[in-house]
């Protein structure tokens, strides 16, 4: 139904920021929620940031809160990951997924995923 390629990860000192895209390809990505998650060593897949269908509803892990913000431009079918005051505990593969529901939070929710980017904050 859906493709999604994630891009813009790479390596930034702590208080840095950095912008992640997630390009999506298919007819229908308005109808798809989407949802940025992030994967640590030896740790579990741990819930980011979503954002409704339209656009106009996001919601936050409380460690992203106040510091990233995620957006989506359905005309270009592409959803963003901004992140700000980087910190090393951010240091994890960020995951792009989509779901058929309006919005989710659960890993468990989201059908589709792209491959991963890596970010990793030093200090």
């Known amino acids: 139904q859906v493709q999604l390629v994630e891009s813009g990860g790479g390596l930034v000192q702590a208080g840095g920021s950095l912008r992640l895209s997630c390009a999506a390809s298919g007819r229908t990505f308005s109808s798809y929620g989407m949802g940025w998650f992030r994967q640590a060593p030896g740790k579990e897949r741990e819930f980011v940031a979503a954002v409704i269908r339209s656009g106009g509803f996001t919601s936050y892990g409380d460690f992203a809160r106040g510091r990233f913000t995620i957006s989506r431009d359905n005309a270009k079918n592409t959803v963003y990951l901004q992140m700000n005051s980087l910190r090393p505990e951010d240091t994890a593969v960020y995951y792009c997924?989509?779901?058929?529901?309006?919005?989710?939070?659960?890993?468990?929710?989201?059908?589709?995923w792209g491959q991963g980017t890596q970010v990793t904050v030093s200090s």
């Open positions: 997924a989509a779901t058929e529901l309006p919005v989710a939070t659960s890993r468990h929710q989201y059908g589709y």
